[in-house]
């Protein structure tokens, strides 16, 4: 919030001034109060000044003054569940009520109409009543006081984002803490990016767009069936663990005191607490650890036929998800193997005790997690190649099993299908205020590059090795006349990546 020397603007009965002068009030209004500098001023009355905290300078009404004087300030935003959301004069939406009273004038009536805020920024989910479940735990304990916890590990700012009874539910990635985001609290990552490109940027990649990109790998997913992604959507979060301006804190502590000192003040305010944060949340995952760890143990302890031949199916799945979006950081440290030895497991961290007590229900999944650094709009093409490292892997070998072809050729081999992937993705993507058609258009057309490539590596029964050393292209989408019936083959074209990266293993 603005500090005495620097006054806030203000609307004053409709009418908007700004600057450290007396505002011009509109007839009949004496009983408006107005915040200049430190003071509340009341109409023209010099007796009427009000001394305030300079740190919470804002706009009131005086309890003497009719209902019909009012002022709004002009700070759109949302409210935690819980609290006061939707603030107006005579008549508030609590606790979010959705009815509202017809006594609400022009005057007091908030900038923006609550109806169309609610539809802003509401964490709903209707269709998907688990991840609804998820958020709401994560909004109910950030009101109790539980807040996200940041995590220490990777570039940007990420979050456990946990219930009331603060067991970790979900990884919250903010938008403005990505790599490259203004607020992103390990600011030495970037500047490692700005200073050395060659080792840490990423030039095929749209910026501040990773939360987009854990999205819309949860959506790939699903829709090729894969069930390898934890479930992950786009939410907004406010919490004091996240990190903000110091602007942003000070102007939510000065309304929070107006609003305790001055109740008819404070019911103008169409938020009280810090702003929402976008971003992704991805669902928790228990009892996995990192694909590294299992990986060395399965080079001195192979395992049963069985479960090799479960892991190599899910390993195929996960190669296919990482080609089709062209994950530029899949390391070993990002995807997860849980192994369950069923009710004759002793050791609740795995032990060591081998494979040699099983029982029926033995199982091993992966899960893929951290899926921020995919869909760039161009293949990797200056300086790094950004390879998969599973591909140095022995099980990327084998050829594609029967499995994975019959679950994702049928998809991949009908045009439609890729084509209403491309629109679901579109209509995500669009969500982010910095959405740009003609950027997304080329992030496509690599994605039906690569969707081509692994439908001709699944036909013909190649391995993950020689899908990678396929020759990368990309299918554009051309402009067909519009009084022609243009098939969606003919309206595509092909092209071939006419360069490779400086470092070719790196």
Not at 407 to 430: A, C, G, S, V
């Amino acid at each position: 919030m603005s500090s005495s020397s620097h006054p806030v603007p203000f609307i004053v009965s409709g009418r908007a001034a700004a600057g450290g002068g007396e505002p011009e009030p509109e007839p009949n209004s004496k009983n408006i109060l107005v915040a200049v500098d430190d003071e509340i001023v009341v109409g023209d009355d010099p007796s009427g000044r009000v001394r305030v905290p300079s740190s919470s300078s804002s706009v009131a009404t005086d309890e003497s003054s009719s209902t019909s004087a009012s002022v709004t300030v002009p700070d759109v935003g949302y409210q935690q569940p819980g609290a006061l959301r939707y603030l107006a004069a005579d008549s508030q939406y609590v606790a979010g009520s959705s009815r509202r009273s017809n006594s609400v004038t022009r005057e007091n009536q908030p900038l923006l109409g609550a109806r169309m805020e609610m539809e802003m920024f509401h964490n709903n989910f209707p269709d998907d009543p688990e991840f609804a479940e998820v958020i709401a735990s994560v909004e109910t304990a950030i009101d109790a006081g539980i807040f996200p916890e940041r995590i220490s590990q990777g570039t940007s700012g990420s979050y456990f984002a946990k219930n009331p009874d603060a067991k970790p539910v979900g990884v919250f990635k903010p938008k403005d803490e990505e790599v490259y985001g203004r607020l992103n609290p390990k600011w030495t990552k970037w500047i490692q990016g700005m200073c050395c490109p060659c080792c840490f940027g990423r030039s095929c990649l749209v910026p501040n767009q990773g939360y987009l990109s854990e999205a819309g790998a949860s959506l790939v997913d699903e829709k090729l069936g894969l069930g390898l992604v934890p479930k992950t959507k786009v939410v907004r979060l406010a919490s004091d663990s996240f990190n903000y301006m110091r602007l942003d804190r000070e102007k939510s502590r000065a309304k929070k005191m107006v609003y305790e000192k001055f109740p008819k003040v404070g019911k103008h305010f169409h938020r009280l607490g810090l702003p929402p944060k976008v971003g992704s949340l991805q669902m928790f995952v228990e009892k996995y650890r990192g694909a590294e760890e299992w990986l060395r143990r399965f080079e001195t302890e192979p395992l049963p036929p069985n479960l090799a031949r479960d892991f190599q199916q899910q390993f195929e799945k996960l190669v296919c998800l990482d080609y089709i979006i062209r994950n530029t950081d899949r390391g070993n440290d990002n995807w997860l193997i849980r192994y369950d030895k069923g009710p004759t497991e002793i050791s609740a961290d795995g032990g060591n005790a081998g494979w040699s007590v099983l029982t029926d229900n033995a199982s091993i999944k992966i899960a893929a997690i951290d899926h921020g650094l995919a869909f760039p709009f161009k293949h990797p093409d200056s300086w790094r190649a950004y390879p998969y490292h599973w591909s140095w892997l022995s099980y990327a070998k084998e050829p594609f099993s029967v499995e994975t072809r019959d679950l994702l050729l049928p998809k991949l081999d009908d045009d439609n299908f890729t084509e209403e992937l491309i629109e679901d993705l579109k209509r995500l993507f669009k969500t982010d205020k910095d959405y740009n058609r003609h950027t997304f258009e080329r992030q496509m057309s690599v994605l039906r590059g690569q969707v081509l490539n692994l439908r001709a590596a699944l036909k013909e029964r190649k391995s993950p090795v020689q899908l990678v050393q396929m020759p990368v292209q990309t299918v554009e989408r051309t402009e067909p006349d519009p009084a022609m019936t243009v098939r969606i083959k003919d309206a595509l074209r092909q092209r071939f990546q006419p360069r490779s990266p400086f470092f070719s293993w790196f």
